[in-house]
């Protein structure tokens, strides 16, 4: 069973950063993707950005150019690097390891951006 925590979140003003943390309790190397998503009061959980084990990425057209997700092997540790934060990414952000045919998602951790 795979174990995700993420840190970093807060409040911040729009216009500026944030950097979300997730720490996974094994290797990223025997996970096959890991992603952020976010949910936002009334609305369904989205996809922000993945990267796999390969260091493909992937983003939400509604983050690009803004959000960057990266990773540190030796650390088991995803990043979100958010940047122009705006009011509409206010969310609750989850991460979310997929491995060994199944799901794994971490506690979440409120993003506020106040206008």
């Known amino acids: 069973q795979v174990q995700v925590v993420e840190s970093g979140g807060g409040l911040v003003q729009a216009g500026g950063s944030l950097r979300l943390s997730c720490a996974a309790s094994?290797?990223?190397?025997?996970?096959?993707?890991m992603g952020w998503y976010r949910q936002a009061p009334g609305k369904p959980r989205e996809l922000v950005a993945t990267i796999s084990s390969g260091g493909s990425t992937n983003y939400a057209d509604s983050v690009k150019g803004r959000f960057t997700i990266s990773r540190d092997t030796a650390k088991h540790t995803v990043y979100l690097q958010m940047n122009s934060l705006k009011p509409a990414d206010t969310a609750v952000y989850y991460c979310?390891?997929?491995?060994?045919?199944?799901?794994?998602w971490g506690q979440g951790t409120q993003v506020t951006v106040s206008s």
């Open positions: 979310k390891a997929v491995a060994y045919a199944r799901q794994y």
């Open positions: 094994e290797s990223l190397f025997s996970i096959n993707t």
